[in-house]
């Protein structure tokens, strides 16, 4: 929860795109997904054997685990970003590709950010509902991530 009032924001991580992520999160930490959506994130993250805290709470509001994963509410971006920034702690976030570019986050984030990019377009489900939305290009940004660092990974 996000205190969302934007239905565009309501699309759901498919399996697929966790299992890209998974491979970089380190297995030993405790997670936090911190976008609750319809809830089946957390309960797929756990299913791989990943210690997760998914809640439906504000994000702005709380703090939990020692690496944040999500996929970011794109019409939020900046407002989430922000937040990551202030909790400094490792995190994983699934956004638009062009977020690069703006210069809101090259001030957060100059030199401290890795990004990994899918040799493919992600595909979303609209919350309730199974239809796979192709996304426009969508990459993962890490912070603090040792299999990342500061680098591009192309997958």
């Known amino acids: 929860m996000f205190n ?11 399996e697929y795109i966790w299992d890209l992520m998974i491979p970089y999160i380190p297995i030993d930490k405790q997670i936090w ?20 805290i998914h809640k439906d709470i504000d994000f702005l509001k709380n703090n939990y685990g020692e690496i944040i994963i999500s996929n970011c509410p794109f019409s939020k971006k900046q407002e989430v970003f922000t937040r990551l920034k ?6 994983i976030f699934i956004a638009p590709a062009n977020i ?4 809101w986050f090259q001030k957060l984030f100059k030199n401290e950010i890795g990004v990994i990019i ?16 192709t996304a426009p290009p969508t ?16 997958l």
């Open 118 to 133: 899918p040799n493919h377009r992600l595909k979303f489900k609209p919350l309730n509902s199974d239809k796979l939305f």
């Open 4 to 14: 969302n009032d934007n239905e565009t924001d309501d699309y759901m991580t498919s």
């Open 33 to 52: 997904e911190c976008f609750y959506g319809d809830g089946k994130s957390g309960e797929y993250l756990s299913s791989k054997g990943l210690n997760v």
């Open 86 to 91: 202030e909790l400094d702690k490792p995190f």
């Open 100 to 103: 690069l570019s703006l210069v």
């Open 139 to 154: 990459w993962f940004f890490c912070h603090k991530i040792d299999k990342v660092k500061n680098n591009i990974i192309f």
